[in-house]
């Protein structure tokens, strides 16, 4: 059978061609991928196979390993190295000017949203290395208690976004920032499943409409 090219289309077809007469927003992700690519394999161009590794992948895509990728049929050393390359440059550069968290006023704006909030929600913050935050997340939504927060509930996502720690925070309805004896033991527990894991929690900080209190700097940490 033989091979499907790209340039057997209409010039108006070729990703190449519309990106550099459009530019690259206007190009979807399989001709996006097609042109890191380069090139197909037998009975199919870089576009089928851009669109089959896609669908094959999901929205996982930009996590795959380079062994993920070489286990593709058609993707061979060179493709998969130039996809890998394309992806941590991207991540690079996507983490280049976030704030930096030093002292726990720094992580309002990522949790204020939560202060007057009727129920409790507990919150995930990533860190990567150099203290730049990655992701904020909503771990659970309700009372707040050991058997609610699980260790695999709140690392799932760290150990996904490759972090080197996490702080945690929850709001209390009340108004009251005292830390429970449930909050105390959440601490705990996921301070040692973080060590356990090698990512640590920096901090634990509660918030209320009268402000935040951090469980570190109460010594619970």
Known sequence: ???????????????????????????????????????????????????????????????????????????????????????????????RGRPVIREPEDVLPYIQHIADKKQEYFLCLTLNGAGEVIQTRVVTVGLLDSSQVHPREVFADAIADRAAAVILAHNHPSGKLDPTPADVEVTRQLAEAGRILGIRVLDHVIISRHGLLSLRERGYL
């Open 1 to 95: 059978m033989a091979r499907k090219r790209i340039k057997d289309l209409p010039g108006f077809a070729r990703p190449r061609e519309k990106l550099l007469e459009r530019g690259p927003q206007a190009l979807s992700d399989a001709e996006l991928l097609a042109i890191l690519l380069g090139s197909g394999v037998e009975g199919k161009s870089a576009l089928d196979l851009a669109r089959a590794i896609l669908e094959k992948a999901g929205p996982e895509f930009p996590k795959w390993s380079v062994e993920e990728l070489l286990a593709v049929p058609g993707i061979g050393t060179a493709k998969a190295c130039r996809i890998a390359a394309a992806f941590e440059l991207a991540r690079r550069f996507a983490q």
